[in-house]
C-alpha cells in the first residue's frame, strides 16, 4: 500500500504540483479581476471543499488548471485513504493529464460506476464559488482561477470503496487467466488472455506486473508449441488435428492450404469435431516424390506448418501374377491325390488393396480347378502369397506339371466394390509328385 501511495506522489510530482508559492512578486499590477469581492476562502482550507488556484495566459486555460487541480486533490485524498491489502495500480506513464489515469482506469476494470462519474464530472458548474484575477508581472500577463469545490468526506470513502474493488478485479482477473493457462484449448482464447495481460502488465507497478509478464511468455509459448497432427490421410482428403503435447487444441480461424507444384485443387477446407478436414483433386499431377499439400495455421503469436506428402496411385490395384502356381499334395495313393494344398503369388503394382474372390485354372486335359467363394484381401504393394486347401480330389497323372506344366485361367478380384479380372495365359504350374 505504501508503494501505491509513493506512486502517487511521485505521479504528482511529475505533473508539475509543488509546495505552495507566492502567487505574486513585488512587481506584479492587478488589471482585472471578477465582479465580486475577493473571497475569504481563497488560500483557507475548509472541511467538506478543495481550494485550489489555477493558472494559465487565459482564463479559460488558467480554469482548465483548476479542475485539473481539483482531480489531483483528489487523488492525493484517494492515496491517503486507500487500505486494501494488496497494492492499488496505477497507469505509469500518465502524461500530465491526471483525467487520463480515471478513464484508462475504467476502462480497464470496465466499471461504470457513480463513483467514477463523479471524477470525470468534474466542472466548473459544480463549484460552489470561484473568483478570477488577471495579473501583469514585468511584460507578462496570467490569469488566476480560484475555486471552492465541494468534496465531502461520503464522497471520498465511495471513491476509496470504488478503487479497492477495481484492483480487487483486476487481481481476480488476472488470477483467474493464470489459473487457466495449462488447460487452455481455444487458440483466440489465449491470444485474447495475451492481450488482456498485456494491458493489466502496464498498469500493475508491484509484482503483479511480474506475474502477468510471466503469463504472457507462458501463452506465447504455449501457441508457439502448436503442432500439425495427421488423423486421416488418402488421395484426396487429409484430416488432422492441432495439438499441444497430447492436448487437442482449436482455432476458428482456417488455415492456408497450397499445393507448391500447382498441379491439385484444393476443393474444401473445413472444421471437423476435433481438427480440420482438406480436400483436394490431384487428377493433373504426374508421379513425383515432391507432390505435397502444405497446410499453415498463422497465429498471431506463433504459426504452425505441416507438408503433407501424396502419391498419384495411392489406393489403385493393378493384379498380376509371375511366381509359379505351386500344388502340393498332403494325402495321395497310386493315381490320385485326395488332399493338398494350392500355392498363388498376388503381385499388386501399386499400394491399394483388393479382395480375391474366385480363381479358376483351365487344364486342356482335365476338368477346371475353381476356388469358390475365396474372399480373401491383400493389401499394399508388391508380393503376396497364400495358400488354398485343394477343392476336390485330382488325378495324379492328368495334373501333374511333368503333363501340364502351364494352365490358362482367371482371377476375380474387388477393388473398393468394383469387380476386376487378371487372365491367367499358359501360366507356369509346379507340382509336387
Known amino acids: 500500500m505504501k508503494n501505491f501511495k509513493a506512486t502517487l506522489v511521485s505521479i504528482l510530482v511529475i505533473l508539475g504540483i509543488a509546495l ?38 487565459t482564463i479559460e486555460a488558467s ?32 502524461g500530465t493529464n491526471v483525467s487520463n489515469f480515471f478513464q484508462s482506469y475504467e476502462q480497464t ?14 466542472s466548473i458548474n459544480k463549484a460552489e464559488d470561484f473568483w478570477w484575477e488577471k495579473i501583469q508581472s514585468g511584460n507578462s500577463i496570467t490569469f488566476y482561477y480560484h475555486l471552492l469545490y465541494p468534496f465531502s468526506e461520503t464522497e471520498l470513502k465511495k471513491l476509496v470503496m470504488a478503487f479497492e474493488k477495481a484492483d480487487r478485479e483486476l487481481t481476480d482477473q488476472m488470477n483467474e487467466i493464470l489459473a487457466r493457462i495449462e488447460t487452455s484449448t ?17 498498469r500493475f507497478i508491484d509484482h503483479r506486473k511480474t506475474k502477468a509478464e510471466v503469463g504472457i511468455d507462458q501463452l506465447k509459448g504455449r501457441i508457439k508449441s502448436i503442432n500439425i497432427v495427421p488423423i486421416s490421410r488418402t488421395l484426396g482428403n487429409i484430416e488432422y488435428e492441432l495439438r499441444i503435447g ?22 474444401g477446407i473445413e ?38 506428402y501424396f502419391d498419384i496411385n495411392e489406393g489403385k490395384v493393378e493384379v498380376f501374377m509371375h511366381a509359379p502356381i505351386i500344388i502340393t499334395a498332403t ?5 490320385t491325390v485326395k488332399k493338398g494344398t494350392i500355392s498363388f503369388t498376388f503381385s499388386n503394382k501399386f499400394g491399394g488393396s483388393f479382395m480375391v474372390d474366385r480363381i479358376v485354372l ?27 486347401e485343394l477343392p476336390r480330389e485330382l488325378n495324379k497323372e492328368t495334373y501333374s506339371s511333368k503333363r501340364a506344366p502351364v494352365v490358362d485361367g482367371f482371377i476375380f478380384y474387388n477393388v473398393q466394390g468394383k469387380e476386376q479380372t487378371y487372365k491367367l495365359y499358359q501360366h507356369r504350374v509346379t507340382t509336387s509328385w
Request: include cysteine; hydrophobic fraction near 30%.
Open 362 to 388: 483351365n487344364y486342356s486335359k482335365g476338368d477346371p480347378i475353381i476356388l469358390e467363394n475365396v474372399q480373401r484381401r491383400f493389401i499394399g504393394k508388391g508380393d503376396h502369397t497364400a495358400i488354398f
Open 331 to 335: 494325402e495321395m495313393d497310386e493315381t
Open 109 to 122: 476494470t470496465q466499471t461504470k460506476t457513480a463513483e467514477m462519474d463523479f471524477i470525470k464530472g468534474i
Open 271 to 308: 472444421p471437423i469435431q476435433t481438427g480440420w478436414s482438406i480436400s483436394f483433386d490431384a487428377q493433373y499431377c504426374y508421379e513425383d516424390p515432391k507432390n505435397l499439400i502444405r497446410v499453415t495455421h498463422q497465429f498471431r503469436y506463433g504459426k504452425a506448418t505441416h507438408d503433407f
Open 186 to 202: 481455444v487458440v483466440e482464447d489465449m491470444e485474447s488472455d495475451i492481450q488482456t495481460l498485456e494491458r493489466l502488465a502496464q
Open 63 to 94: 480554469q482548465e488548471n483548476a479542475l485539473l487541480k481539483v482531480k489531483e486533490n483528489i487523488v492525493r485524498s484517494v492515496a491517503e485513504n486507500v487500505s486494501v491489502s494488496t497494492e492499488m495500480t496505477t497507469k505509469e506513464q500518465l
Open 246 to 267: 497430447q492436448q487437442t487444441v482449436t482455432t476458428n480461424k482456417k488455415p492456408s492450404v497450397q499445393n507448391p507444384t500447382k498441379c491439385a485443387t484444393i476443393t
Open 20 to 57: 505552495p508559492t507566492p502567487l505574486f512578486s513585488q512587481k506584479t499590477k492587478t488589471l482585472e479581476t471578477a465582479n465580486k469581492k475577493k473571497p475569504a476562502w481563497i488560500n483557507s482550507v475548509q472541511k467538506g471543499y478543495i481550494i485550489v488556484t489555477g493558472s494559465g495566459p
